[in-house]
């Protein structure tokens, strides 16, 4: 039986009619076409087309031509079987992420999930498999009469928080496990109405597909109970703000090995802050000398920059350490029994409106550059970075993040390595569009707030 038939039969078993061909673009937003099962056979081989110009909008829809992208052109949305999964929220759709590749079959220079795959390539050159996973977290309540009601009140993990919100939690929980998404953990979070669900780290596409099938599903089941769910970085000034903390391992080339694990208690404390190997001090260093370009790339919207502040647990410079949680890098304690696979590095500052392929790929190239160049980090921050003086920020390397959208696309352009690896055209379109936001947003905050919980 071919792939082809596998799959009609796989999706006719789950009632499946409908299959959404998906595709992220740079500002995060999930868009794509939907093919009818009977087209679906041919559909597999030459794809669906969408236009060019698809890559250059902007969260308001508007066509940025001055990227050279628009009416004219076209590309196919080519779809990877192995990601095809019903969606049990929806009568009798499923769904497909796909690569942008030119008409030659080519991968597109603005294709992000062949941009991570080039990322995921060049570590398997060096050795390496990646293992990732994506920590969102989002506010739910209800939209009464203009008045934004919380669907809980409670205290950051407090029991009272989980009984109010059971119900639409156990509802996601469930439609997760229909979809092969495995919860790790689930916690209320700090805010009223905020909560966090983290499942298990798979290799890095699939790691971006599902963090994008999980947003997808909390949205769903909201809209569905009434309610409203905003994985937006800073839904109001007052609440708090909505990460979406990333954390990876690097492994050996057959994913058994973790190659962040040195196995001894290392100089700096005992076994919860200790036992990364070089290779892990190495990729950190490589993600800490390129953080301020990274920003544009992992919080690039104009609401990520009202999360990013001082004494926000969202990391505001660029420092690393040992279970900081206001620092960009942490790097978490591990669990007994278990310190192999749990030795892992957390990237704090990303949100949810990043385009997670982007994000993950840039992250990863950059980490890899700091194992090929054998850099070493600054000295571990083991209080909160703002609290450090001139001296102490010197000494470990801390510098302010960027405060704006704008500091950061400045930053981007000024990182040589980054806009390299991002590739001429797919730099180029990211910072024309991400600049137009700005633009668009700057005299009215008011109206990009709004925007933003609309889109996210």
Request: charged letters at 25%; a negative charge; aromatic letters at 8%.
């Amino acid at each position: 039986m071919s792939d082809a038939e596998n799959l009609i039969r796989q999706a006719r078993a789950k009632g499946v009619e409908l299959v959404r061909f998906y595709f992220c673009d740079g500002s995060g937003i999930l868009r794509g076409k939907v093919s009818s099962l009977k087209t679906l056979p041919e559909r597999l081989v030459s794809g669906i087309g969408v236009v060019k110009g698809s890559m250059a909008q902007n969260l308001l829809d508007q066509l940025q031509t001055d990227t050279g992208l628009g009416a004219v052109g076209e590309v196919r949305l080519v779809p990877d079987t192995n990601s095809f999964t019903a969606l049990p929220y929806t009568q009798a759709s499923a769904a497909m992420f796909c690569r942008m590749e030119e008409l030659s079959g080519q991968a597109w220079s603005h294709c992000s999930r062949s941009f991570l795959e080039r990322q995921v390539e060049e570590a398997g050159k060096m050795g390496f498999s990646v293992k990732a996973a994506f920590e969102p977290e989002f506010i739910v309540g209800e939209l009464k009469d203009g008045e934004f009601r919380h669907i809980d009140r409670g205290l950051c993990f407090s029991s009272e928080s989980m009984d109010m919100a059971d119900g639409f939690i156990t509802e996601v929980v469930r439609l997760m496990a229909l979809q092969g998404l495995e919860l790790e953990q689930y916690y209320p979070e700090l805010g009223p109405g905020q909560h966090e669900l983290s499942i298990a780290p798979a290799s890095p596409l699939s790691a971006c597909d599902r963090y994008l099938l999980l947003k997808e599903t909390v949205k769903a089941c909201a809209a569905g109970r009434g309610l409203y769910a905003t994985f937006t970085p800073k839904r109001s000034v007052e609440e708090a703000g909505n990460g979406c903390h990333l954390h990876l391992s690097l492994y050996d080339e057959n994913g058994r090995v973790n190659q962040f694990f040195h196995g001894e208690a290392g100089k700096e404390g005992g076994a919860e802050q200790s036992g990364l190997s070089k290779t892990a001090m190495h990729f950190i260093a490589g993600v800490h000398s390129h953080l301020k370009g990274l920003v544009a790339l992992t919080c690039p919207s104009v609401n990520s920059y009202k999360r990013l502040r001082p004494h926000s647990w969202s990391s505001a410079f660029t420092a690393w350490g040992y279970e900081n949680r206001e620092a960009a890098i942490r790097v978490p304690s591990v669990y007994r029994g278990r310190e192999s696979d749990s030795t892992n590095i957390e990237i704090k500052c990303v949100d949810s409106t990043a385009n997670p392929y982007l994000a993950l790929g840039a992250i990863l190239a950059c980490g890899l550059d700091g194992i090929k160049r054998l850099a070493l980090p600054p000295a571990p921050v083991e209080v909160d970075p703002a609290d450090l003086d001139d001296a102490g920020q010197k000494f470990h390397g801390v510098e302010p993040l960027p405060r704006s959208l704008n500091e950061a696309l400045t930053e981007l352009e000024a990182d040589l390595f980054l806009m390299n690896t991002l590739g001429k055209e797919l730099a180029n379109t990211y910072i024309i569009v991400k600049t137009s936001e700005a633009a668009a947003f700057e005299d009215d905050p008011a109206f990009s707030d709004a925007v933003h919980r609309a889109r996210y």
